[in-house]
């Protein structure tokens, strides 16, 4: 057999990956190099909300903490990928791994960053008009993403950053992608909760209406679960001393409500790459492998097929209304870590770090938010927006709707626009202009 020679033209990382790879084969047996390559591994570190999310949205003492899946033989002079991995409603940043879906991630040359996400929607909160915390949107884009990228090693690229999630974390990943659509490349919603304005009345489900209350935690209707399981609602609010009418993102024919719904936002995702998948509520061979657990495998096939998959279509159909482009998988299955761990599986099977478009030279993206960043040009509000409010460049020019304040613009060079809205504005691409003497 020939040899491999480990010149000094390779550098020590990629030295370190390829012995990572590396097997000696001896007759019938295969003996791997452990000693030179560390499996991958969960880590588990805390991230604090910087007065975001009140300890009594966390179900732990302490600030909220993040899973971090490092990849074998993890490098930390290496860059590496990175995909945030929203949990699901009722749980935390640790049910991946107490759930056992972290094999799911196998082979994936990646930093998986899994944040807390309570239950709380992945939004800042309406709270009655008045905002604020728990502020879990304001959480995971100014809080998480910057520890993260000041802690591990990530490439730079666009094409290299991922977000998903399973369930709630689906309705997180679509919504915060469109929220932040020049870093991250690819967004992932499994099974996700996709179509806030879905209320199953026309779809022959009943019960779907009553599901959807107590997931976003009427507080006006404290039992309002106990159709389905005997608790409260599932974002604790009444629990914890919100008696605020529809607390997470206020009345559902209300603009705020709109403009947290992924299926009215669709366009925010217009250059990105989408991996959208939903059961069926058929139970799928992997959910029937597990008669022990037949009662959950029921309830999670009903959740599916009565609430996930009608809204997946919804949500599918606005994609590609907006010319998203979308990879769409339906298949047997319910909400269940069977069927999870086969999403997962699908996946990273589909690939989340290929070539996107880089710098548009048009897009559109719709808001509610007080501040952000998108794409080259950061903005805030001088007061929280009133309305749904649209962002739309084309070429140098960037035009934003009526927003009842005004915005205050800042260019990738550092060039400050004021201007109160509704306005179209000239965005300079390169340098600002001088500024008229006195």
């Not at 003492?61 to 002079?77: D, I, K, Q």
């Not at 478009?357 to 938010?369: C, E, G, L, M």
Request: glycine fraction near 12%; proline fraction near 8%.
């Amino acid at each position: 057999m020939g040899s491999l020679a480990l010149g000094g033209a390779l550098g020590r990382a990629t030295r370190l990956a390829i012995l990572c790879l590396a097997t000696i084969t001896v007759g019938a047996a295969t003996v791997a190099r452990a000693s030179t390559c560390a499996p991958s591994q969960v880590v588990t570190i805390t991230i604090p909300s910087n007065g975001a999310i009140p300890a009594k949205w966390l179900n732990y003492a302490g600030p909220p903490r993040a899973n971090v899946l490092l990849p074998a033989c993890y490098s930390p002079s290496r860059r590496y990928p990175l995909l945030v991995m929203f949990n699901g409603l009722s749980q935390n940043y640790n049910d991946y791994v107490t759930e056992g879906l972290i094999p799911a991630f196998a082979g994936l040359d990646a930093i998986v960053v899994m944040p807390e996400g309570g239950s709380g929607w992945y939004a800042d909160w309406w709270n009655g008009g008045k905002r604020g915390a728990p502020a879990w949107e304001t959480y995971e884009l100014d809080d998480v993403l910057p520890a993260i990228l000041a802690r591990y090693p990530i490439l730079p690229q666009r094409r290299y950053h991922a977000i998903g999630g399973l369930s709630m974390g689906g309705l997180g990943a679509t919504y915060l992608g469109g929220r932040l659509p020049g870093f991250f490349g690819s967004v992932a919603s499994l099974s996700g909760f996709d179509d806030l304005n879905w209320n199953g009345l026309n779809e022959n489900t009943p019960v779907a209406p009553t599901i959807i209350d107590g997931a976003m935690g009427v507080a006006s209707e404290p039992a309002v679960n106990e159709v389905i399981d005997g608790t409260a609602p599932s974002s604790s609010t009444v629990l914890n001393g919100d008696y605020n009418l529809d607390p997470v993102l206020g009345p559902p024919d209300g603009f705020y409500f709109n403009g947290h719904n992924p299926a009215s936002l669709a366009m925010n995702l217009r250059q990105t790459r989408v991996f959208e998948s939903t059961g069926t509520g058929v139970p799928s061979s992997a959910g029937l492998a597990e008669p022990e657990n037949a009662e959950g495998i029921a309830v999670g096939s009903a959740e599916e097929g009565g609430v996930i998959y009608p809204m997946n279509i919804g949500y599918h159909a606005a994609l590609e209304a907006a010319g998203v482009d979308v990879t769409y998988q339906v298949h047997p299955g319910g909400h269940d870590n069977p069927d999870f761990t086969n999403e997962i599986k699908a996946m990273v099977a589909w690939g989340l770090f290929k070539p996107v478009v880089a710098h548009p030279n048009s897009w559109v993206n719709d808001t509610v938010a007080t501040e952000g960043q998108l794409w080259d040009i950061s903005y805030r509000f001088a007061q929280p927006p009133n309305q749904v409010v649209q962002f739309r460049q084309i070429g140098n020019s960037l035009s934003i709707s009526a927003a009842g304040s005004e915005v205050n613009l800042v260019t990738s060079d550092g060039c400050v626009i004021r201007t109160r809205t509704p306005a179209t504005v000239q965005v300079p691409k390169n340098g600002c202009p001088a500024r008229p003497r006195r």
